[in-house]
């Protein structure tokens, strides 16, 4: 019902971005997640010329585009936003840590794990993510330290937890 207040601004072309916008993000917060992604296509095609701080259009285009099983469209648009911003940590993550979900790119993925946990070093999620990849290729003791870190941080976190109880198997603990 929310997202039809919009739908009217959203298809009018003389309502800009903003409303493509405003919809792409309800879209998403209701993880409606393959409108959400037309909300943000429209959005970009509306911008004219792309700019550096278009990143997190394209980063929230990916998230969309990857919770809708586009995950070819969605690293796409990963990979664009950091050509916009390329040290952005939440970029780096999102895109290190899918690939490390999905075995690929393990090597990259970790060197982009490490620059957003330099740039986040109490983002528990991050962490996370850096500790997770650790654990993908083999490094357990690595795995636990980062891990840990990343409970610290984010104590209640069902998954963090998960994978740290993962990590401690392999190291018999």
């Known amino acids: 019902a929310e997202a039809t207040k919009f739908a009217d601004l959203w298809l009018n072309p003389k309502a800009g971005t903003d409303a493509a916008l405003a919809l792409g993000n309800l879209l998403r917060s209701k993880e409606r997640f393959a409108e959400s ?93 850096l500790g997770w990849a650790y654990y993908m290729i083999g490094d357990y003791t690595s795995a636990v330290d980062y891990l840990e870190r990343a409970v610290e941080f984010e104590p209640t976190d069902s998954e963090i937890n998960e994978h740290l109880g993962d990590a401690y198997w392999k190291i018999g603990r």
């Open 37 to 129: 992604a037309a909300a943000y296509e429209l959005m970009i095609s509306r911008i004219g010329t792309i700019k550096q701080h278009h990143w997190t259009l394209f980063y929230y285009r990916g998230i969309s585009r990857e919770r809708s099983d586009q995950w070819e469209l969605a690293e796409a648009d990963f990979k664009k936003a950091l050509e916009l911003n390329p040290d952005q940590p939440l970029v780096l993550n999102y895109l290190a840590y899918t690939w490390v979900t999905k075995k690929e790119n393990l090597d990259r993925a970790l060197e982009m794990l490490k620059k957003a946990v330099e740039q986040r070093s109490e983002d528990g999620y991050i962490i996370d993510s």
